[in-house]
DNA sequence: GTCTATAAGGAGATAGAC
DNA sequence: GTCTATCTCCTTATAGAC
């Protein structure tokens, strides 16, 4: 083996973690399983990283910004409003489907997160990046349809997120795309029965 | 130690087992942990269940009538449409939150299961169940207020259940009651506005 | 039929070689 | 500074005692 530095060692570790979770499972994984799968001898871990929580750790932050950046990639707005809202979702939802396995290992990542007292703040920083996200393209959409939403833009957002998110763990379990496809779609006419004309009295309403 | 049978030692370890998990996660629950929790010596486990994954699988399916059932205690209808909508949703993400320790269990043991190509069927079942029941609540309120559902019933029902799970999924990261709430509300509006009313002519729409 | 002492194997971590 | 052989502990599972 060529001399690697250590830094160098961290990042193959941390992509071959999250290829052994993603086929075997959190549970499964084991230091062991983690070395062989990046072509180390075993011992290489404890040298690279202080314990295996420490990799989950880096791994937990790493996720969260793939996901965020592939959620971003997937919006994309060159159509009228009410498709834009049923494709938008749909798109969404589609990376997800796409690659089962980083889902399950971004919800398992989530729950080691929650449980552990000094990495909650990763959780609630992930989501709070998916309201954002989720309200930076309602925002987006509204204003390039000429329309305004009449309920608080805080609560939309979050519920948004909180939709494409149960609904890609509704899939998980059933794997059932047409009824997932179809309640999105129910969401998005919701979404459209909020919407108000734009006109030049009232700006967007703040609650 | 009286002696006891096979099937009431398996329901003590079960329950145990819920115990052990709720408080350490599913991670750090040994058969050690569920036997001393239990007060029984560690061998004892071996003789009630083949395997820990067989307890898991059991545990799972227990687990899953318990939360229905609770879900149907807490559907309660004795307002009107507007409040009962807010009020319902507002109950049922109550008692996640009430036992935050069986929710992230109940989300532990949902991985768990999906990893298990015998197992994955359950969590298909458990979301069946959970869309089934919000199906039932939300023909019954409607019932009550008179109106119906301008978009299809069974996708309608996945999206409400599809919005508690993700709610009870989002709080259990951040853990803001609030914003919550906030966003189960911005749903009853949405769900409001989808309703028509039931005059004579035509009946419930399918899809 | 009910229970327990013991085994066999795999986990994470370290002391020390290069 | 880079790497590896080795240790200890804890896990699940079983063979056999009562």
């Known amino acids: 083996m060529t001399r690697l530095s250590v ?16 086929r075997k499972g959190l549970a499964e994984t084991s230091t062991r399983a983690i070395t062989d799968e990046a072509g ?3 011992g290489m871990f404890h040298y690279c990283f202080k314990s295996k929580d420490e990799l989950l750790e880096q791994l937990i932050q790493h996720h969260v910004t793939d996901m965020v950046e592939a959620a971003c990639a ?4 060159e159509r009228d409003l009410a498709e834009n809202l049923r494709l938008g979702l749909r798109v969404i939802l589609g990376i997800g489907m796409g690659d089962t396995a980083v889902q399950m290992l971004s919800y398992e990542l989530l729950l080691h997160a929650l449980r552990g007292t000094e990495t909650a703040f990763i959780a609630r920083n ?5 309201a954002r996200q989720a309200g930076e393209y309602l925002q987006w959409i509204a204003d390039k349809a000429g329309v305004r939403w009449t309920v608080s833009q805080p609560a939309l957002s979050r519920l948004t997120s ?8 509704n899939w998980l379990a059933d794997r059932d795309s047409e009824k997932a496809l ?26």
């Open 182 to 207: 179809a309640a999105l779609d129910a969401f998005a006419t919701m979404l459209l029965s909020i919407t108000a004309p734009l006109d030049g009295g009232a700006d967007q309403q703040q609650n």
């Open 126 to 130: 992930q989501y709070a990046d998916y």
């Open 7 to 22: 830094t160098e060692r961290r990042i193959l570790l941390l992509e071959a973690a999250a290829r052994v979770i993603a």
């Open 74 to 77: 997937a919006w994309d707005g």
């Open 162 to 169: 909180v939709v494409i998110d149960g609904s890609m763990l």
């Open 40 to 42: 180390m001898p075993r």
